[in-house]
């Protein structure tokens, strides 16, 4: 037990808002048992911004939602969220827990309240996360720490330890696990020794973790602002304690693989230095970051990684399924591995700039830019190899602008190749069209009507029938009236 206990010390909390005074004055004016805790209280002790607002109480959840007219009420945790003004502040209260029993390391087999102060703290994860504070008079902000497991003593000294018996916290939970890495990293905390010992002993049981669970901790861990460590440090802590292989496999065979870049290290120093030079606002694009080159493991031959880009698309794929990732990010994670490998040099024509930006999508191509230039200060490239990421996106902006680049801004429609033409609908029409993009791709003069329906006429001369992709004349013969692409 460290010393300097800080339990029963009275403390000021000058900064506590009003909105969250007024949730705790409710509830003690009510007559319960009311405390500042979790990771506000810890926020506050450390001199940090303060994060979400956790209260608990010794009022049961249906009193709680009855003080507090429109909170809602999450079963069946017991937490009842308050919009607490002025603000608004979202405060969340939750009934003292005593919890019984966990099978599956994943969630409490029942959760029940009816518990103290002291028994809710006993069930949290570490120490600097399981201190309360009692207020005595809310109008000067006056309360006691209560503080069994000196979370404030480690807190000051910097140590991550967990409550109680290290091993059966995180039989218990594995997400501790990841949680213990994130604020370890977060806050800049050594591992105490019996825990990071029993960190190392239970680390295969993340793989029982839902992969929600896992993603929540990750997009946390790359999302936070003026963290004490960078993400690379937080994903080289996992490795060490055997995590990094359970939770993201695919990342740890990166080690020892092997690269020519200036910057040394293998593809996972690389991989996490890149997720460094990314911005935590936004975290899903710093994971794509950290998983860009997951290819590279199985495509390493003659020292170079032919086709990884592709292979690792799919890969990045599979990685953001599992974790439960939203379509739309792993559409995006996928689409920005599929085309990071892309090689500009000052010789490309205009023409060339506009199939990149078709190729790559206009939407996409400030994450693309923005993946580039992190992969490029991860491998040591240096200025001015690296402006002249700058002065394509000039000349991207340029064309943008002034030239068009999808079908629709054609002037010619495929209803205007179907009347002009005497075509029926069918793939025909889309080959046209694909076809006079190209042309305007490669001279935006080109984008005139009477220019285009000539251009049209002359390949359907050509081959009257034949669509894109092979044996397209016996497609096109074998259903002359499919609708078109
Ligand atoms: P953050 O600032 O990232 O929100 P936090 O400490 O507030 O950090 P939360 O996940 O919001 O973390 O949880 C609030 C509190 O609930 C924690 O401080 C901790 O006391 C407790 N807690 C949360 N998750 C667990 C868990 N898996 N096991 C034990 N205690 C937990
Ligand atoms: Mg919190």
Same mark, same amino acid.
């Given at each position: 037990?460290?010393t300097g206990?800080?339990?029963?010390?009275?403390?000021?909390?000058?900064?506590?808002?009003?909105?969250?005074?007024?949730?705790?004055?409710? &509830?003690?004016?009510?007559?319960?048992?009311a405390?500042?805790?979790?990771?506000?209280?810890?926020d506050?002790?450390?001199?940090?911004?303060?994060?979400?607002?956790?209260?608990?109480?010794?009022?049961?959840?249906?009193?709680?939602?009855?003080?507090?007219?429109?909170?809602?009420?999450?079963?069946p945790?017991?937490?009842?969220?308050?919009?607490?003004?002025p603000?608004?502040?979202?405060?969340?209260?939750?009934?003292?827990?005593?919890?019984?029993?966990?099978?599956?390391?994943?969630?409490?087999?029942? !959760?029940r309240?009816?518990g103290?102060?002291?028994?809710?703290?006993?069930?949290?994860?570490?120490?600097?996360?399981?201190?309360?504070w009692?207020?005595? +008079?809310l *109008?000067?902000?006056?309360?006691?720490?209560?503080?069994?497991?000196?979370?404030?003593a480690?807190?000051?000294?910097?140590?991550?330890? $967990?409550?109680?018996?290290?091993?059966?916290?995180?039989?218990?939970?594995?997400?501790r696990?990841?949680?213990?890495?994130?604020?370890?990293t977060?806050? %800049?905390?050594?591992?105490?020794?019996?825990?990071?010992?029993?960190?190392?002993?239970?680390?295969?049981?993340?793989?029982?973790?839902?992969? /929600?669970?896992?993603?929540?901790?990750?997009?946390?861990?790359?999302?936070?602002?003026?963290?004490? /460590?960078p993400?690379?440090r937080?994903?080289?802590?996992?490795?060490?304690?055997? &995590?990094?292989?359970?939770?993201?496999?695919e990342?740890?065979?990166?080690?020892?693989?092997?690269?020519?870049?200036a910057?040394?290290?293998?593809?996972?120093?690389?991989?996490?230095?890149?997720?460094?030079a990314?911005?935590? $606002?936004?975290?899903?694009?710093? &994971?794509? %970051?950290?998983?860009?080159?997951? %290819?590279?493991?199985?495509?390493?031959?003659?020292?170079?990684?032919?086709?990884?880009e592709?292979?690792?698309?799919?890969?990045?794929?599979?990685?953001?399924?599992?974790?439960?990732?939203?379509r739309?990010?792993?559409?995006?994670?996928?689409?920005?591995?599929?085309?990071?490998?892309?090689a500009?040099?000052?010789a490309?024509?205009?023409?060339?700039?506009?199939?990149?930006?078709?190729?790559?999508?206009?939407?996409?191509?400030?994450?693309?830019?923005?993946?580039r230039?992190?992969?490029?200060? $991860?491998?040591?490239?240096?200025e001015?190899?690296?402006?002249?990421?700058?002065?394509?996106? $000039?000349?991207v902006?340029?064309?943008?602008?002034?030239?068009?680049?999808?079908?629709?801004?054609l002037?010619?429609?495929?209803?205007?190749?179907?009347?002009?033409?005497?075509?029926?609908?069918?793939? !025909?029409? *889309?080959?046209?069209l %694909?076809?006079?993009?190209?042309?305007?791709?490669?001279?935006?003069?080109?984008? +005139?009507?009477?220019?285009?329906?000539?251009?049209?006429?002359?390949?359907?001369?050509?081959?009257?029938?034949?669509?894109?992709?092979?044996?397209?004349?016996?497609?096109?013969?074998?259903?002359?009236?499919?609708?078109?692409?």
């Open positions: 037990m460290p206990s800080a339990d029963g010390r009275a403390l000021q909390l000058s900064e506590l808002p009003d909105a969250v005074v007024g949730v705790l004055s409710r &509830l003690t004016d009510a007559g319960h048992q405390a500042l805790v979790g990771g506000s209280l810890r506050l002790l450390r001199g940090g911004p303060p994060g979400d607002w956790d209260i608990a109480t010794s009022a049961p959840p249906e009193e709680v939602a009855s003080l507090f007219p429109g909170a809602t009420w999450e079963n945790f017991g937490t009842v969220t308050v919009r607490a003004t603000g608004p502040v979202s405060v969340e209260v939750t009934t003292f827990r005593v919890e019984a029993g966990y099978r599956d390391q994943r969630r409490p087999d029942e !959760v309240w009816g103290s102060l002291e028994e809710d703290l006993s069930r949290r994860d570490f120490t600097i996360n399981a201190i309360g009692v207020p005595h +008079d *109008g000067a902000r006056q309360g006691l720490l209560v503080d069994p497991y000196g979370g404030a480690d807190l000051r000294d910097g140590v991550l330890r $967990a409550v109680g018996d290290p091993s059966e916290r995180f039989a218990e939970d594995a997400l696990l990841l949680r213990a890495v994130r604020f370890a977060r806050f %800049g905390l050594e591992l105490d020794a019996a825990t990071e010992q029993a960190l190392r002993r239970h680390a295969a049981a993340a793989a029982a973790l839902s992969g /929600e669970r896992v993603r929540d901790e990750i997009l946390r861990i790359l999302g936070a602002r003026q963290a004490a /460590e993400p690379s937080a994903f080289q802590l996992m490795e060490g304690l055997g &995590l990094l292989a359970v939770v993201l496999p990342l740890q065979a990166l080690r020892g693989v092997p690269q020519a870049k910057r040394p290290g293998d593809a996972l120093d690389h991989s996490l230095h890149t997720a460094n990314l911005t935590p $606002a936004d975290p899903y694009l710093r &994971l794509f %970051g950290l998983l860009h080159d997951v %290819g590279k493991a199985t495509t390493l031959g003659d020292g170079h990684f032919i086709g990884h592709t292979e690792g698309a799919q890969m990045v794929e599979t990685i953001l399924r599992r974790l439960h990732v939203p739309v990010e792993v559409a995006r994670g996928r689409h920005l591995v599929r085309h990071h490998m892309f500009y040099a000052p490309w024509s205009d023409a060339a700039v506009r199939r990149f930006i078709r190729r790559v999508g206009a939407s996409s191509l400030a994450d693309l830019f923005a993946l230039r992190a992969d490029d200060v $991860a491998s040591g490239v240096e001015p190899q690296r402006g002249g990421l700058d002065e394509l996106r $000039a000349r902006g340029r064309e943008l602008a002034s030239s068009p680049l999808t079908a629709g801004q002037v010619v429609r495929g209803d205007d190749l179907i009347r002009e033409l005497g075509l029926r609908p069918g793939p !025909v029409v *889309g080959r046209l %694909g076809e006079l993009m190209e042309a305007v791709l490669d001279d935006p003069a080109a984008n +005139d009507r009477e220019a285009l329906l000539a251009l049209a006429r002359a390949s359907l001369a050509r081959d009257p029938e034949g669509v894109p992709g092979g044996a397209g004349t016996h497609q096109a013969r074998a259903a002359p009236h499919e609708p078109g692409p």
